[in-house]
């Protein structure tokens, strides 16, 4: 397992803006996972991408992965009230461990 | 449709008093977690459980125990609650397999007074 790294820590945007959160890892991965949190619930997985993708879109939301800078984002174009929540990775690592290990996370407020 | 479901959702407990949280998953998952989370932060890690009979430490495991009594039920322990472990508790499952997500619970509210 490994820890992803959310930057920026907070991000806030007006209604309609899109919307770019990275994520930075250390050692190769299988997969990257993006998760959301509303306002302390239960976090909600958003998308997951494989080593050897390079993009992937699900909606509003699309997700780069560039494994020789070991990094991910996530742009969430027109953006909605309804987005406001924190967002967190979670990069897969090689290893057989099976932890999952969280950043910090991004948290988005969309302004109206 | 249940997914991951954690008891209680609140819990007052005074300082030395023990509780158990429950969580049990109906997704036939190996993998679960125990989770906290304090105002502002992230998740982190407790403890986690690959398999049935297996657990494993997370990054905080002091002051915490487990029990992976079966496929479905992995509770978490607390012999002697602090303020300090006054938090957010969730509880997670995945299949093992390579390339899935992982289901959460709607946490559990512990305050230690």
């Known amino acids: 397992s490994q820890q992803g790294e959310e930057d920026p820590q907070a991000l806030s945007i007006q209604e309609g803006e899109n919307a770019t959160m990275n994520c930075s890892y250390k050692?190769?991965?299988?997969?990257l996972q993006w998760y959301r949190q509303n306002s302390g619930r239960g976090l909600v997985h958003l998308i997951l991408?494989?080593?050897?993708?390079r993009e992937k879109h699900s909606g509003r939301l699309r997700v780069t992965l560039d494994t020789s800078k070991k990094s991910s984002s996530l742009l969430i174009t027109a953006s909605r009230a309804a987005d406001t929540a924190s967002y967190f990775c979670?990069?897969?690592?090689?290893?057989?461990?099976?932890?999952?290990?969280f950043g910090k996370g991004t948290r988005l407020h969309i302004l109206p | 449709n249940a997914g991951v479901t954690q008891t209680p959702k609140f819990q007052v407990l005074k300082t030395g008093q023990s509780m158990t949280l429950q969580c049990a998953q109906d997704?036939?998952?190996?993998?679960m977690y125990w989770y906290r989370q304090d105002p502002g932060m992230g998740l982190r890690l407790i403890y986690y459980?690959?398999?049935?009979?297996?657990?494993d430490k997370g990054e905080v495991p002091n002051g915490y125990n487990v029990s992976r009594l079966n496929k479905r039920e992995f509770s978490l322990r607390l012999e002697s609650a602090a303020p300090s472990q006054t938090s957010v508790y969730f509880c997670?499952?995945?299949?093992?397999?390579?390339?899935?997500?992982?289901?959460f619970g709607q946490g559990t509210r512990l305050t230690v007074v």
């Open positions: 459980s690959a398999s049935e009979g297996t657990t």
């Open positions: 050692t190769s991965i299988n997969n």
């Open positions: 997704m036939n998952h190996n993998s």
């Open positions: 991408i494989r080593s050897n993708e």
């Open positions: 997670a499952s995945r299949d093992r397999a390579g390339n899935t997500e992982a289901f």
């Open positions: 979670a990069p897969r690592g090689m290893n057989r461990d099976d932890k999952i290990i």
